[in-house]
């Protein structure tokens, strides 16, 4: 779809777009609606775009299989990493009070810290399942 | 008449629950079967949200000057149950590739004559 | 008085959607009417005030489930059911009369919709509402719930989405080499 003049500007303009969006949506999920499955997906919605204009290949490269393997277990290491933390500092596995000097700001970090790990896992495993959709048709 | 206001939005996530089972049960297109299922899922969620709305209320986002919010319990289960559902149908389809690999078809019929199943 | 009609249109369009799915046999168009059926669902949400909901409904639902339906039928090379489907209709169209008078016999007690007075959100609801912000200084009550209060259950979700994409991974992830149907079976069976 590269030959397509209209699909490759207008795709190119709003990638960014929704790029930014889904770190908007990430962090202000404390404030408003969001968080880290919804940003996870929109990032995702982004990248499939880039797959679907500019073919499989590129967006290969852009995000390799490897590294979105190590995103996805990255993601999942930081949430459990945070209950363990929280659990040498003295608090119960997951228990967000331990992590700074006040209650409040402790819980904010905590799920600052959740959210992200969330984020960057949802927005791996579905680019994952997205590339071996797609490159099981190639010969 | 305010009993069937009141109950309406079940009976509608009912009865697209029931659609929804009934694409399931009756037709042999693996695909097909699959987006049953999910229509299924998007009525129950249907059925729990309409439980959880308070008339006059808001969005549970707490603001100034608001009394009276939405109960935001089933929202949470919702959206871990969105999400799961997600990974079920992404899974599901991966089977259907692979069963179309293997037979060559998708159709439950032909599957279960060539494996003298049925 | 506005939003109970534009809920009961958008009920009324979910519901033609889903009979439609139903009938229809063209694969593609199926999955098309999919994607609308997870918008208007959508619509539905934020109708009903639950936007957390609404948003991920319209991000999964209309973005990624029906992608990964088009790459399926796009890779079965499927486009059309097989018109002879309903070998006995009588039977699932029984089981299914049944169970939806089962279940409508069931919602006859559940309170109206919107009651203030439900036990729903007179008894633990409250709790959340008014603690949230002391206890976790976050404005959104449903990110608090999530990752705060039931933090266990958001890591089990998260478990759950990575072993999707490894089962994934491991079904149609690895590199095609010949596109033969033996071949294929031949690495299962060693598998």
Known sequence: MTNNIILRVVSKSLIPLIIMFALYVQFHGDYGPGGGFQAGVIMSAASILYALVFGLDAAEQVFPPAILRILASLGVLIYAGVGVVTLFLGGNYLDYSVLADTRIAGQHLGILLVELGVGMSVFSVMLIIFFAFAGRGRP | ?118 | MIDVFIGVVLLAFLAVTAVSIVRMTNLFAIIMLFGIFSFLSAAMFVVMDAVDVAFTEAAVGAGISTVLMLATIALTRDHHEKASASHRPWLPLTVVIVTGAALVYGTLDIPAFGDPNAPAQIHVAPYYIEKSIPETGVPNIVTAVLASYRGFDTLGEVIVVFTAGIAVMLLIGAKRRKSNVENNKGEDNDE
């Open chain 2, 1 to 118: 008449m305010d009993f069937i206001i009141g109950h309406y939005n079940y009976w509608i996530a009912i009865l697209l629950m029931m659609i929804g089972f009934y694409t399931v049960i009756s037709r042999g297109n693996l695909v097909k079967k699959i987006i049953g299922l999910n229509i299924f899922q998007v009525s129950v969620f249907l059925l729990y949200i309409s439980m959880s709305t308070v008339k006059g209320g808001a969005a549970p986002i707490i603001t100034e000057g608001v009394k009276l919010y939405s109960n935001p319990l089933p929202h949470v289960l919702i959206l871990t149950a969105i999400v799961v559902g997600v990974a079920t149908t992404a899974l599901g389809l991966a089977l259907v590739i692979r069963i179309k690999e293997a037979y060559g078809t998708i159709e439950e019929d032909e599957i279960h004559q060539q494996d003298h199943s049925l």
